[in-house]
């Protein structure tokens, strides 16, 4: 069995594997140099040959329990048609989002537009490097890409206050959105990734009243059809107020933890499996005070299923040899 699995579908809790989000990113030398000669980042996405060999560069380096596919959750918008762009030192930016265009695309275009990620993942997931480890595929979750393709960029601290105002427009968009995720899981599985995470990087800016709408019941959807796909799938609805709400309605088989959530408080009140937890920043202090924090994780963990791994994403300017430091601390404890 490999070493997610053992602990996503045996709760195990002798061991932690460790992965980290952004592993492949830009605090590695040899993706920046790939990524200066590929100034178009969707097209590096869709260049499977470059984004498997970015998928797999952390685990050549690091003895890391599972591959990330390179790739990002604003494929899926891409794939329905809207402009998708990535600005140096700003971020997304989206185009215009238009319901009749999106409405008019069907699953074969869809598949068209962005299929080379699938192929992607074929390689990685056959690569020899792969072979005891786990496979991620990964989506955004529904709230998270409304806000994208509505807002055209990252939201700051709140959203603008006339987001809601076309409430028919938001809810075929959220059906569409939904159709489309199931779709691009389903040929993720298909080849070959075989735990499914679930990215809502935005959830946190919703009022409780509104969660279920935008951010439950979308989210219940996807985790029941991962599930009957017979594929473990794991939630990540970042800054989330109330994390034993959410995993007591969506019950995914783990779920993430930003770095705001008090960890013993979540050992009391979680059952499932957890992820993560360790602010990224740590990784930019000395490796006495990384040691230190990480071992605070492993150790309130000690007697619980739980995988290794960051708050959020790895930050570019983290130096490599805290990287390995902090591998190295989490496979020797
Ligand atoms: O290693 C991995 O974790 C896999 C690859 C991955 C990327 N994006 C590559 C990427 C994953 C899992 C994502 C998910 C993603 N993308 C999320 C959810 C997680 C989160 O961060 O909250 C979100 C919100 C996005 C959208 C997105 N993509 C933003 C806001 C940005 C710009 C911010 C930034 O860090 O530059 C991206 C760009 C992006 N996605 C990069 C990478 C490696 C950086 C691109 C570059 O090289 O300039």
């Known amino acids: 069995m490999k070493p997610l699995h053992k602990i996503l579908i045996n709760n195990d809790t002798s061991f932690n594997p460790v992965w980290i989000m952004r592993q492949a990113g830009r605090y590695l030398p040899e993706f920046r140099e790939i990524r200066k000669k590929n100034p178009d980042f969707i097209n590096l996405c869709l260049n499977h040959h470059l984004s498997t060999e970015i998928t797999l560069q952390p685990l050549k380096r690091f003895d890391l329990d599972a591959a990330i596919i390179f790739s990002d959750i604003l494929m899926l918008p891409y794939g329905l048609g809207q ?3 990535f600005e140096k030192n700003f971020g997304p930016k989206l185009g215009e989002l238009n319901l009749n265009e999106i409405a008019k695309i069907d699953e074969i275009d869809f ?5 080379r990620v699938y192929k992607a993942i074929e390689k990685v997931s056959t690569d020899p490097i792969l072979k005891n480890k786990n496979t991620i595929g990964f989506v955004g979750a529904p709230w998270t890409l409304l806000v994208y393709m509505i807002n055209q960029q990252s939201p700051k601290k ?3 206050k006339d987001f809601f105002k076309d409430e028919f427009l938001i809810n075929r968009i959220l059906l569409i959105i939904e159709k489309f995720l199931k779709i691009h899981i389903k040929n993720q599985i298909d080849n ?3 735990v499914i995470q679930i990215f809502d990087s935005w959830a946190g800016l919703l009022d409780e009243k509104d969660l279920p709408n935008y951010v439950y ?3 219940l959807n996807l985790v029941n059809y991962v599930k009957s796909l017979n594929v473990p799938v794991i939630c990540f609805p970042r800054e989330i107020k109330n994390y034993k709400e959410f995993c007591d309605i969506i019950k995914p088989d783990a779920v993430s933890i930003d770095y705001n959530v008090d960890p013993k408080k979540i050992l009391r009140d979680i059952k499932i499996p957890i992820q993560g937890g360790l602010d990224p920043k740590i990784l930019l202090t000395d490796k006495e005070t990384l040691k230190k924090e990480a071992s605070k994780y492993l150790n309130i963990f000690k007697d619980h299923p ?4 960051l708050g959020h994403g790895v930050l570019p300017e983290t130096d490599p040899n805290m990287f390995d430091y902090l591998v190295k ?3 020797n404890y």
């Open 83 to 85: 402009k998708v762009k």
């Open 111 to 115: 598949v068209e537009k962005i299929h």
């Open 158 to 160: 709140n959203l603008k």
């Open 192 to 194: 070959g990734a075989n």
């Open 217 to 219: 019941s979308p989210t």
């Open 329 to 331: 601390t989490v496979k």
């Open 306 to 309: 739980y995988i290794f791994n």
